[in-house]
């Protein structure tokens, strides 16, 4: 009952309250994008949702334009490629807020394995348990992040999809809000090999 119905309720909820909530400061942060770098404030990237079909996933763009492909693109704190206000949207996960759009569409979830490029899917499909993912919508945050966020390998990644999805929950949804909460506050894992 909650995985076929109540959690895509509250998913709306939150989506519609959260971008009615932050409104003005996603204005004020596309704005800041827009004036840091050349090239616009969004960043649009095709993603694997639910039975693998494709959607375009939007966030604040954080890098130098023509520096995104639809290939994993890896990074690193002092990276060149990222902007000055690229990097403290990142460290915040500001960056992600656009993705309450794709929430409110039906094309992801609050909590949920967390969408994979065609080409990440391609590379990992060998992977134990990666299908599972494919069989709910994907999500702005998952159980992984708790405790590694950028840190997490694809293998961990999978691992902790898989469990998700089985034991996928009201409680466990809202456990799992408040332990990315806490991570992001403190600015853990942003980048892999970071702390």
Request: with cysteine; aromatic share 10%.
């Amino acid at each position: 009952m909650y995985r076929k119905y109540v959690k895509r309720i509250i998913d709306v909820v939150i989506a519609f309250v959260g971008l009615i909530i932050c409104f003005i400061p996603m204005v004020v942060v596309a704005i800041c994008v827009a004036m840091d770098s050349d090239g616009g404030a969004f960043f649009k990237q095709t993603r694997l949702g639910i039975n693998k079909k494709k959607f375009t996933m939007y966030k604040f763009r954080s890098m130098v334009v023509n520096e995104y492909s639809d290939c994993v693109v890896d990074s690193c704190e002092d990276d060149p490629r990222i902007t000055k206000i690229g990097a403290f949207i990142r460290k915040t996960s500001i960056d992600e807020l656009p993705q309450l759009w794709n929430i409110l569409k039906g094309e992801m979830s609050i909590i949920g394995p967390r969408p994979m490029l065609p080409a990440e899917y391609e590379e990992y499909k060998s992977i134990e348990n990666i299908e599972k993912r494919f069989s709910m919508r994907p999500g702005l945050f998952c159980t992984v992040d708790v405790e590694y966020r950028a840190e997490a390998t694809p293998e961990l990644q999978m691992q902790y999809d898989a469990k998700y999805i089985e034991k996928c929950s009201c409680a466990l949804d809202v456990k799992c809000m408040f332990g990315v909460l806490l991570t992001v506050l403190a600015q853990k894992n942003v980048y892999k090999n970071s702390k």
